[in-house]
């Protein structure tokens, strides 16, 4: 029985979140095609874990034996997260664009994941090799040859958190763009495409999905 990890970071809520919608088209296919797989579940808008402070940081840094009450404590949440994601078999992660970067929210999670010596910097690291999806929709273009191309810094930064560099998560992108054509003076033009942008995302997610739920269950 194969587990997803999905986690979703929009602020606003289903129907009115393109990363919402299209992850939600990626775990429908998941489990239509895997209707007894696990789905680990987290909102990370209405359910958000703290920050990661000097306790949590520092136990990190500590062997298990040596930590003190209060970092154990601080600890328990890292554990239960990475925990999550050890446990995953593949992982769903919406990400837009707040601000040209990811939502304060998904960086927060990965403080919290992010553990030297054991899913990151390590000979054997927990979580490579899981194959990790992530739908990084976007109010405007990104794109190589737009005018703000190098205004793109969450696909690069995604990609060396959870990609070789960082996890080892074999990550594939499926980027909606152009998602406030429809609401923005200027973008009228455009609204086209952001149709377009959508519609293909949702084909991709669907078809990354079923993918994924018949690889793993088989």
Do not use: C
């Amino acid at each position: 029985m194969a587990t997803l990890l999905h986690l979703d970071t929009s602020v606003f809520p289903d129907g009115a979140s393109v990363s919402r919608s299209v992850t939600a088209s990626f775990r429908a296919a998941w489990q239509a095609q895997h209707p007894d797989g696990q789905v680990i579940y987290r909102d990370l808008n209405a359910d958000p874990v703290p920050h990661l402070e000097s306790l949590g940081a520092g136990a990190g840094f500590t062997a298990p034996a040596d930590r003190t009450a209060e970092q154990a404590a601080a600890f328990a949440l890292r554990e239960q997260l990475i925990g999550e994601l050890e446990a995953a078999d593949a992982v769903l992660i919406g990400a837009p664009m707040y601000n040209y970067a990811i939502p304060s929210t998904l960086k927060a999670w990965l403080d919290h994941v992010i553990l030297m010596g054991r899913t990151t910097a390590a000979e054997a690291r927990t979580a490579a090799g899981k194959p990790a999806t992530v739908v990084a929709s976007r109010g405007g273009g990104y794109g190589p040859g737009t005018p703000r191309e190098n205004f793109e810094f969450v696909l690069p930064y995604l990609e060396t958190v959870l990609g070789p560099e960082g996890f080892g998560l074999d990550v594939e992108f499926i980027v909606p763009e152009l998602t406030l054509a429809a609401s923005t003076p200027g973008m009228e033009h455009l609204v086209e495409p952001a149709r377009t942008s959508r519609a293909r995302a949702h084909e991709a997610a669907e078809s990354r999905g079923k993918e994924l739920a018949a690889r793993l269950a088989a």
